[in-house]
């Protein structure tokens, strides 16, 4: 179903011609730099295509001749290579014997005008062809290694390519050998079989094109198909053909593939270790916001109104025409590094309008009240990090960001791990912001509905006739803390850093020393209104409650922090309304 989907939309970029996208027997490449020879093969000049300052230069992409796929012997791609496989001048390597790697860039020159002359044996009459023949077989490389370019691209060790003097285009985009390319394509005289993909027949491919551009996986690129060892095959076939796929459609899914992940690419986004790009079987738009629903805002912009954005895709239910056809097909695809291939972390397909419904979903569940400062909004990688270790995207743990946007997609219940990961980071760091609060009342939430309990759940602000005892520890919590905030004015740690971990998990084992220290901070308070309200709310909050409990469920610990953080912003609200505190707390 995957392949299927991605050889669809390479037959769909070709058909809208939207895109730059390559046709069968070539590929987009990056060239930083490209060779100018004039017809006798005199070298005249390097032209930088590169855009950009410092470390972050693009180099511009170019269509080229299909590259070969390397494994540790001598391979040459046809009209493009390094300076090794041009020049035969390796990348210099200390590690390396200077001898040997001169040595092998011989070979490797060799094999460049060898694969020239064996591919191209037609069209070596073209004026292009025969100049970048003419310029190696002569040997007269000193303009340029004299050129001040040559350090720089002998160091980095950059793919180069030829254009002839007077022309717009690489020798490899010229019509003769385009032509001479796209008819040669299938020659090998395999035997045809049917293809998985596709249901035809087509000679197999052997090998697969490397993808390049998932996060964390080999820079050479990895593949989805391989069988590289003997203990991968069966029946004495050989690498791929234990699973034939033909060859138009490898060309087909690989291209598509590699198009979604180029740098720069508007269809992909990274959510934690998880390489995730996305598509419509047909042009929709909703492919130019995907990724603004989940991925960070660009720096300097305003908060997004996801919703809003959201509302121009949705069903007719929502009373409002639906942005083009809602039953177009979408899928998401997530990829992960594993060894030398390359993981399926998550796959989802289906309408449009599935997909929006469930995202709107996903907000709604987020919903939760805020501070003043706070964005309305959360993207998924903002919620994945407050579950990682100082916040950075690397510690998000492994599985749990393709798991969490899998859930999100199809409208399930969040993995427990999120839970749990939120829950491990509040206890840790004793701080429940605004995005943890909101990812896990968005768990409690999901989880009831979804199966259907019959339990009051928590909602986006402070709710005073929820009964569930983590949900009205919490609040308890969150109140001892202000009386003892109030009472001592600028103290450096309060309860919340000594206790939130026991009071949480174990709320027996705080507790009944915190309420001890309640009698004394409130004996503290100057304004005598002020503690008599605060009693009244502890009061309201222990109606009922004849202990504390000896333990709480993982659910419940996560009442507990919502039910603290809807408490403290109760307090927030409470005292912007009334910054001396005078007639206190109104919870009625």
């Not at 459609?249 to 979604?260: C, G, I, K, M, P």
């Amino acid at each position: 179903m995957i392949l299927q989907a991605l050889n669809g939309y390479y037959h769909r970029l070709r058909t809208d011609c939207l895109t730059d996208i390559a046709s069968e027997g070539f590929q987009n490449q990056p060239i930083p730099f490209v060779i100018i020879i004039n017809r006798e093969g005199f070298f005249l000049d390097f032209q930088d295509t590169r855009s950009g300052e410092g470390k972050k230069k693009t180099a511009r992409q170019f269509i080229v001749p299909k590259g070969v796929k390397r494994t540790s012997g001598i391979a040459s791609n046809l009209l493009w290579d390094s300076p090794a496989y041009i020049f035969a001048r390796p990348k210099p390597d200390p590690a390396k014997d200077p001898a040997k790697l001169a040595e092998r860039a011989i070979k490797q020159q060799q094999c460049f005008i060898e694969a020239i002359r064996e591919q191209l044996s037609s069209i070596l009459y073209d004026d292009g062809i025969d100049a970048i023949l003419r310029f190696i077989e002569n040997g007269s490389f000193k303009s340029a290694f004299d050129h001040p370019s040559w350090t720089e691209i002998e160091e980095s060790g950059s793919n180069l390519s030829f254009r002839l003097e007077g022309d717009n285009c690489l020798v490899c985009e010229r019509p003769a050998v385009i032509t001479t390319l796209s008819t040669g394509v299938h020659n090998d005289g395999s035997t045809k079989q049917i293809c998985l993909i596709t249901g035809n027949n087509d000679e197999p491919a052997m090998l697969h094109t490397a993808i390049k551009g998932v996060y964390g996986a080999q820079s050479s690129g990895s593949n989805i198909i391989s069988f590289n060892l003997p203990a991968f095959t069966s029946y004495g076939k050989k690498q791929s053909f234990n699973a034939p796929v033909g060859k138009n459609a490898e060309f087909s899914y690989t291209t598509a593939l590699n198009h979604l992940l180029a740098k720069g690419s508007r269809q992909r986004l990274q959510v934690g270790d998880t390489s995730t790009v996305f598509w419509a079987d047909k042009s929709h738009d909703f492919e130019n916001v995907f990724s603004e629903l989940f991925g960070d805002p660009p720096k300097g912009e305003p908060e997004q109104d996801y919703k809003q954005l959201i509302a121009v895709f949705r069903s007719p239910e929502t009373a409002i025409t639906p942005l083009l056809d809602p039953t177009t097909r979408f899928f998401v695809l997530g990829l992960a590094p594993n060894a030398a291939r390359i993981a399926i972390r998550f796959w989802y397909a289906d309408t449009v309008m599935a997909v929006v419904n469930n995202i709107w979903q996903h907000f709604d569940d987020l919903e939760m009240v805020k501070g003043p400062k706070e964005w309305r909004s959360i993207t998924l990688r903002s919620l994945l990090r407050s579950t990682a270790l100082q916040g950075k995207d690397d510690n998000v743990q492994p599985n749990l960001a393709g798991d969490t946007m899998k859930a999100v997609l199809a409208g399930t219940p969040y993995p427990q791990t999120l839970l749990s990961a939120t829950l491990r980071r509040c206890r840790s760091e004793r701080e429940i912001t605004y995005p943890r609060a909101s990812l896990i009342k968005a768990v409690l939430v999901r989880e009831t509905r979804y199966y259907n309990k019959m339990t009051k759940e928590v909602g986006m602000s402070l709710d005073m006739t929820n009964r569930n005892i983590g949900y009205r520890l919490g609040r308890l919590f969150a109140t001892l803390e202000k009386i003892q905030e109030e009472a001592s004015p600028g103290i450096n740690a309060t309860i919340r850093d000594r206790f939130y971990g026991s009071a949480s998990a174990t709320p027996v084992a705080a507790f009944p020393h915190l309420m001890k220290l309640k009698n004394h901070h409130i004996g503290k308070l100057e304004n005598k209104g002020r503690a008599v309200n605060f009693e009244r709310i502890i009061g309201e909050i222990m109606d009922g409650l004849n202990d504390f409990s000896t333990h709480l469920s993982l659910a419940d610990q996560g009442r507990f922090a919502v039910g603290y953080y809807h408490q403290r912003q109760e307090f927030f609200a409470s005292s912007k309304k009334d910054p001396q505190h005078e007639g206190a707390i109104n919870h009625e």
